[in-house]
């Protein structure tokens, strides 16, 4: 059962755009989000994490907008450049005694020049 | 401070052979955890450690199993491996003054033929 939906699965925007990536979760307990930036053949390396008692949070370029109501998640890439490009997971983990992560199934991004 | 560092990087096994990969945790993280993340996939938690001892299972079968020392550095062992175990194998470790955050080493890449 795929407890974090993440969408879309990939996206191409034009340098100087705003890529929005967008996530959603069924299970109440999860109380920190993480996103992770993978390039190809590197492990997913930590952007930005936010817990629910916030609805905003911005790391330079990378904000994340968080609804807690609605259960949902999301990632703004502010001024995006084509170092970028990469796939971006969106995770969640509950205070359960082990943090273990569940990630989405990740969107590739590609900016273009 | 040394970042997650895993060895081998590549490996290639044929389908009933043993593996074992290895894990330095980042200097003062005593926790450490494994994900397979199949191609175009997000990673999938396998378990976790703490101080040596396991501290949450995902859902894998038996043949998968692992090990952490007293360095906090740890094994994954997978037995009787499957062509469907081709993936790459990421180790996250965290704890200490960076609580939760678990940071990623850059994968084993893992081919059963």
């Known amino acids: 059962q795929q407890q974090v939906k993440q969408s879309p699965q990939s996206l191409i925007v034009q340098k100087g755009g705003i890529p929005i990536i967008n996530c959603a979760y069924e299970n109440t307990a999860f109380d920190y989000f993480p996103w992770y930036q993978q390039f190809p053949g590197k492990g997913p390396a930590l952007l930005i994490a936010i817990r629910p008692d916030v609805s905003e949070k911005k790391e330079g370029r990378f904000t994340i907008s968080f609804n807690k109501s609605a259960k949902q998640f999301s990632l703004h890439i502010m001024d995006s450049q084509p170092g970028d490009s990469a796939t971006y997971f969106c995770?969640?983990?509950?205070?359960?005694?082990?943090?273990?992560?569940?990630f989405g199934t990740g969107t590739r991004l590609t900016i273009i020049p | 401070e040394t970042g997650v560092t895993q060895s081998p990087t590549h490996l290639i096994k044929t389908r009933g052979q043993q593996v074992t990969l290895r894990c330095s945790s980042q200097s003062g993280h005593n926790t450490v955890s494994w994900y397979q993340q199949a191609l175009g996939q997000g990673p999938q938690f396998i378990f976790q450690?703490?101080?040596?001892?396991?501290?949450g299972r995902g859902n894998f079968p038996p043949r998968f199993s692992g090990l952490q020392f007293p360095n906090y550095s740890s094994e994954l062992n997978v037995n009787a491996l499957e062509l469907d175990d081709s993936a790459l194998y990421l180790c996250a470790s965290s704890g200490g003054q960076g609580g939760e955050t678990q940071y990623f080493g850059p994968g084993t890449r893992l081919l059963v033929l």
């Open positions: 450690y703490y101080r040596e001892e396991e501290n």
């Open positions: 995770a969640a983990s509950a205070p359960l005694g082990n943090e273990k992560l569940t």
